[in-house]
């Protein structure tokens, strides 16, 4: 229990270290009036803008008696409120590191006695304050103008669910400027790789807007949660790849094609000298590392599965005897058209499954891996709350599993395959490799990503593409 203690008071007073390097961020900020001043004016006009923006708004709603309308519209305005100084306060993160390696006021704090991880905590909280003063200070402003001129405000409980929504928004973009500041060559660089981090945020944006207007308020605290994990793994990623002397000794990165190609290239084929060989050290040495890795997915598929199932209390739809009907002539127009040897079917399925793979490892790039598994937790929830819609019809669901277990036994099992790849690479960039760049970790994961998709991943959409399409509407038709 000393022990215990001991350490802890040990970390308590490192990162007191890293709190005077915020303080000292934070002062010098203030003092610079061509930083604070337009923030300021902006912080504070653009709500007067949005409220004003409001006020016609729902004076124009409520005159055709749209009322439900004009309640959620208040709360996504208070949301982009809060987001607008979060995005012209990202300059302030991005020129953490590489702005003052240009101006040549680094070298000083780099070359003192604190660990690196503590520069980087230092500079990762002066960077996060500014912005969220400034929403929060706008979001202020925006709500007491409502409130002078009459508006109904948001309930008290929907208030704390957007100010938590701003806060990890806010922290997740400055945490992936931060690290792209600290990855940087120039401010130059640092403000055209800012667009991965803005563009994201507004896609972000819009989906929050939807789950409001929605009335799905409720739903946001998962998208505050998963914002949260996703902020946690940026900080990682910074604090694994943050090396000071790299800092100082990068001038500029040379587009390298070659080294990069070579690289992938050493990463994709291995060792190997025939294809023999290369599956060999495809099952001996990739698929072994995505271990945990396959069993998250796995747990994610069975979560969807059970999350899907339990949606027939919110979504229940009646099934007819005219739908089975339909149903039942669809399947045998299926078994007859989509006969040996028309191909056109299994290569429609096969490139379908293909492009939900891909649309996973974009959607994993930008997110660390994280969402990633979207479409596989999507896929199965889907089959999860069919079986439910069966049982909740009195229909037999083994004439549902007719339908899934011949090709899906092959399919899903490729699903969480692919998706391992891809999450596994978000956790790669978030563990700490002394010896290479945060590009060339990115590089090396994509090749064992290629390798599982070519290896194993796409021949078995591509068999279970031919199931699907002679093999289940025929199993199919014996149950209906």
Not at 373 to 383: E, N, Q
Not at 405 to 427: C, K, N, Q, W
Not at 441 to 461: F, S, T
């Amino acid at each position: 229990m000393t022990d215990w203690f001991d350490k802890m008071s040990d970390f308590v007073e490192s990162v007191r270290f890293s709190l005077l390097i915020t303080r000292r961020e934070i002062r010098d900020q203030l003092r610079d009036w061509r930083i604070i001043f337009p923030v300021l004016a902006l912080t504070v006009f653009f709500p007067f803008l949005m409220n004003f923006t409001a006020r016609q708004i729902l004076g124009f709603v409520e005159k055709y008696g749209a009322s439900i309308i004009a309640e959620r519209l208040v709360p996504f305005l208070l949301m982009i409120v809060g987001f607008f100084p979060i995005s012209v306060s990202l300059v302030i993160a991005l020129e953490t590191f590489v702005g003052e390696k240009e101006r040549g006021s680094i070298e000083p704090l780099l070359n003192s006695p604190l660990m690196d991880w503590q520069i980087y905590l230092g500079k990762l909280l002066a960077a996060t304050v500014p912005p969220l003063v400034s929403s929060f200070l706008g979001m202020g402003v925006y709500l007491a103008g409502l409130f002078i001129k009459g508006v109904a405000l948001p309930p008290f409980a929907l208030l704390v669910q957007i100010a938590a929504l701003t806060a990890v928004q806010a922290v997740m973009m400055v945490a992936g400027a931060v690290v792209v500041s600290s990855q940087a060559t120039s401010v130059r660089a640092a403000n055209l790789l800012a667009s991965f981090i803005i563009i994201p945020a507004a896609l972000l944006i819009q989906g929050e807007s939807i789950v409001m207007f929605w009335g799905n308020f409720e739903d946001l605290w998962w998208v505050v949660l998963g914002i949260f994990v996703l902020t946690i793994l940026l900080v990682r990623v910074g604090l694994a790849h943050f090396r000071r002397e790299e800092l100082l000794g990068r001038e500029i990165d040379v587009l390298n094609l070659r080294w990069a190609w070579q690289r992938f290239r050493s990463e994709f084929v291995g060792e190997a000298a025939t294809v023999w060989q290369w599956y060999a050290g495809l099952f001996s040495q990739t698929l072994p590392r995505m271990r945990f890795a396959v069993v998250a997915m796995t747990a994610l598929a069975v979560v969807g599965s059970v999350l899907g199932y339990h949606q027939i209390n919110r979504f229940m739809i009646p099934i007819s005897e005219t739908i089975l009907q339909d149903l039942d002539e669809n399947l045998h127009r299926m078994a007859t058209a989509w006969a040996l040897p028309n191909l056109l079917p299994v290569l429609m399925i096969w490139w379908q499954n293909v492009r939900v793979m891909l649309l996973a490892m974009i959607l994993g790039v930008f997110s660390l891996g994280i969402l990633g598994g979207l479409p596989l937790l999507v896929s199965m929830g889907v089959a999860g709350y069919l079986v439910a819609l069966l049982s909740a019809n009195g229909l037999p669901t083994l004439g549902y599993l007719a339908f899934v277990v011949p090709h899906g036994i092959i399919e899903v099992p490729a699903s969480i395959l692919a998706t391992a790849a891809i999450f596994r690479a978000g956790a790669i960039l978030a563990t700490p490799t002394p010896d290479k760049t945060v590009g060339e970790v990115w590089l090396l994961a994509m090749a064992d990503w290629c390798r599982v998709m070519v290896g194993i991943v796409i021949p078995a959409l591509l068999l279970a593409a031919c199931v699907e399409a002679w093999i289940t509407p025929l199993v199919a038709l014996r149950f209906f």
